[in-house]
């Protein structure tokens, strides 16, 4: 399976045009997907696919992190929010007080939340609670949870990413996080980091796990480690597995529909394991 290991900076803009082909087309009115910084490679990839082969469409792609996606959508400024984690209630009722419809929740993808380590590091495994103290600052030095006896640098998203939000409430179980966590702005940036720090770890999306190390998750110390992959992913088998989600004010229609179908059909779900994500609905 590819992994996805380049660079994707902070408001990340993936702007992709249709070619006209060999005629004088009129171009159709573009689609529009701003959001998760998790998932804008892999709507990048969507879009250059789709207008190979339909190149009177366009579609435009724009990152910038799950809650700039909902806001945008929220205020009228995409026709698809891509999110890594589900909307809040609260959300949910701003589109519907602005826009006078409910959104349609799209399950397009699966993810396991991975946690990174440099590839040198002797960690293998860590338990639920193991990361919820060493993210809110109960333990800070390796050696208390089989490592080298080194102080934890950890490394977090930023507060708009959905991976924060979902991480947060899924090993957190909503505490802060320590003051000592630091934050960077995309996925990328905390591989990039943890792969040059030999004492620290990060989190995000199993499609950046290129040049560190995925280790395994417990749920707790009586359960057996398991690492993200395919299997364990759809099956839920792994702590912190999700799905990865598109949302539109209402039932999409028009060319949204048409793009969203061939997402979900087999040519977009094939591309989910090209980029380095799962398809919700395996062969």
């Given at each position: 399976m590819k992994k996805a290991g380049w660079a994707l900076p902070l408001l990340l803009t993936l702007i992709i045009w249709g070619c006209g082909g060999g005629g004088t087309s009129t171009i159709a009115k573009s689609v529009t997907l701003k959001g998760s910084d998790t998932m804008v490679i892999l709507g990048q990839r969507w879009a250059e696919t789709y207008m190979k082969f339909h190149p009177e469409k366009r579609i435009q792609v724009t990152g910038g992190g799950s809650g700039t996606g909902i806001a945008a959508l929220i205020n009228g400024g995409t026709d698809i929010c891509e999110a890594s984690r589900p909307m809040k209630d609260k959300e949910k009722e701003m589109v519907r007080s602005r826009h006078g419809r409910g959104v349609k929740e799209i399950p397009v993808a699966l993810d396991g939340v991975a946690i990174y380590v440099?590839?040198?590091?002797?960690?293998?495994?860590?338990?639920r609670a193991q990361l919820k103290s060493i993210y809110t600052g109960t333990i800070t030095n390796w050696r208390d949870v089989g490592g080298l006896d080194q102080k934890?640098?950890?490394?977090?998203?930023?507060n708009n990413s959905g991976t924060y939000v979902f991480f947060?409430?899924?090993?957190l179980d909503n505490e802060d996080f320590a003051r000592e966590v630091q934050t960077l702005p995309g996925t990328a940036a905390v591989v990039n980091a943890v792969s040059k720090d030999a004492a620290s770890l990060g989190?995000?999306?199993i499609a950046y796990a290129s040049g560190i190390k995925a280790v395994a998750v417990k749920r707790d110390d009586a359960?057996?480690?398991v690492k993200p992959s395919m299997e364990s992913?759809?099956?839920g088998q792994y702590p912190l597995s999700?799905?990865?989600?598109?949302?539109?004010?209402?039932e999409p229609t028009g060319e949204t529909k048409v793009f969203i179908?061939?997402?979900l059909g087999p040519e977009g779900q094939k591309i989910c394991e090209e980029v380095g994500f799962y398809p919700l609905v395996r062969k």
């Amino acid at each position: 399976m590819k992994k996805a290991g380049w660079a994707l900076p902070l408001l990340l803009t993936l702007i992709i045009w249709g070619c006209g082909g060999g005629g004088t087309s009129t171009i159709a009115k573009s689609v529009t997907l701003k959001g998760s910084d998790t998932m804008v490679i892999l709507g990048q990839r969507w879009a250059e696919t789709y207008m190979k082969f339909h190149p009177e469409k366009r579609i435009q792609v724009t990152g910038g992190g799950s809650g700039t996606g909902i806001a945008a959508l929220i205020n009228g400024g995409t026709d698809i929010c891509e999110a890594s984690r589900p909307m809040k209630d609260k959300e949910k009722e701003m589109v519907r007080s602005r826009h006078g419809r409910g959104v349609k929740e799209i399950p397009v993808a699966l993810d396991g939340v991975a946690i990174y380590v440099p590839q040198s590091s002797p960690i293998q495994s860590l338990t639920r609670a193991q990361l919820k103290s060493i993210y809110t600052g109960t333990i800070t030095n390796w050696r208390d949870v089989g490592g080298l006896d080194q102080k934890i640098v950890a490394y977090s998203r930023e507060n708009n990413s959905g991976t924060y939000v979902f991480f947060k409430e899924h090993v957190l179980d909503n505490e802060d996080f320590a003051r000592e966590v630091q934050t960077l702005p995309g996925t990328a940036a905390v591989v990039n980091a943890v792969s040059k720090d030999a004492a620290s770890l990060g989190y995000g999306g199993i499609a950046y796990a290129s040049g560190i190390k995925a280790v395994a998750v417990k749920r707790d110390d009586a359960s057996e480690g398991v690492k993200p992959s395919m299997e364990s992913v759809d099956s839920g088998q792994y702590p912190l597995s999700r799905q990865l989600f598109f949302y539109t004010v209402g039932e999409p229609t028009g060319e949204t529909k048409v793009f969203i179908d061939w997402v979900l059909g087999p040519e977009g779900q094939k591309i989910c394991e090209e980029v380095g994500f799962y398809p919700l609905v395996r062969k």
